[in-house]
């Protein structure tokens, strides 16, 4: 399977490389081609140093929606409807989101678009075929990139397709030791998507680094 | 210390005397003073036939609240109002909120009030001095009561009142392997509330039960 990740020279994004490509085929997108073959390149040589194998390309988002068959949208909120717009058609690709829409005031505050969570905002501006998934929202990227340690974390998954959603809990199930749990419907993202916020009061307040969570 | 429970013949009040009683004086509160009696007679039975010493009395809501230092609102979002209304003056005591404003549709969802969630309502409708902590919003009405197995879940905790925060973070930490976290300011309570409504879709979807979290 080929995963295009969005936005994929982003902290975020190159931990998801790091962690992906040695199970799948990765195409790292970037509005810079260059920028996204030397996260590419970055990638494969972290992991061969490792003796561990991977597939990891760069190339631009366009490139990586139309090669991909699962793309993952890591991107922060504030870029995504300026990114999606200059993106090619999804058709009925499955469409990853793990986008929080929060701000960083005197907390971190969780600030919806009004249609309830970036998720739904989505489901409105992409074309009705686009299998819309959201997952990996609450890993921070220092985790992700911290590929000598295994992520044991609970991930929260929703989606209106069961299928879509299905293939993505495989890859999160696949993915070092994270759990996928199936969280409702898309009506349900908002519940998903707040964690985030909660996460990073709870680091800031306990003085605590990269806060994840596990259901128990 | 003297813990009021409001509401504490409901499900998670009756679990919550049988974990508080041991630690602290526990008032449990009912309209109908009778039904508190029984309720705080049967919880000091069932810790004495564990041989574990508690103190734990029943009277109305209105005597639990003038007798207690610290009051916990035991009661379900679709009474809360009404609850509160029919209480005397808190005065500057600590008023604990554990209350999740949520919807059973074909999913949990959450819907908090126009103020952003009940903490930030309670706020608008208590005198000043009311010292409000949000805290205990995830741990379900079974764990409570399975008093023969450990809680070992995080607690998120949020308030303004320094004080009033730090107090009732010791009562979470005294109780059982509860552990707290402090969240922030009322201000960021609406991120704690609607974790309630996750975990039921979490449990629903994934035939759980009694999901609890951890932070990691």
Do not use: Q
């Not at 890993?139 to 992700?144: E, L, P, Q, V």
């Not at 295994?150 to 030791?177: F, H, M, Q, W």
């Not at 993202?189 to 680094?209: D, F, G, H, Q």
């Amino acid at each position: 399977m080929k995963i295009g990740i969005i936005g994929g020279t982003g902290d975020i994004g190159e931990g998801m490389a790091l962690r992906l490509s040695p199970l799948f085929e990765v195409i790292v997108g970037s509005r810079n081609s260059e920028k996204a073959i030397e996260t590419s390149v970055c990638c494969s040589d972290t992991l061969h140093s490792r003796n561990v194998k991977c597939s990891c390309s760069g190339t631009t988002n366009a490139d990586a929606v139309l090669n991909a068959d699962v793309i993952i949208l890591a991107v922060p909120w504030k870029n995504l409807t300026e990114t999606v717009r200059s993106l090619p058609d999804f058709g009925d690709k499955i469409v990853v989101s793990p986008v929080n829409p929060m701000e960083k005031r005197d907390h971190f505050v969780f600030v919806p678009p009004d249609e309830g969570s970036v998720a739904l905002y989505l489901k409105r501006i992409l074309p009705p075929e686009a299998r819309l998934v959201v997952a990996f929202n609450t890993i921070a990227a220092n985790r992700w990139k911290a590929i000598d340690e295994e992520l044991r974390y609970s991930v929260p998954v929703c989606g209106d397709d069961l299928e879509a959603k299905s293939i993505v809990s495989d890859i999160v199930n696949s993915t070092s030791a994270l759990k996928a749990y199936d969280a409702g419907p898309l009506a349900a993202s908002c519940m998903v998507e707040s964690l985030t916020p909660l996460l990073l009061n709870i680091a800031r307040y306990n003085k605590m680094r990269d806060v994840g969570l596990r259901f128990v």
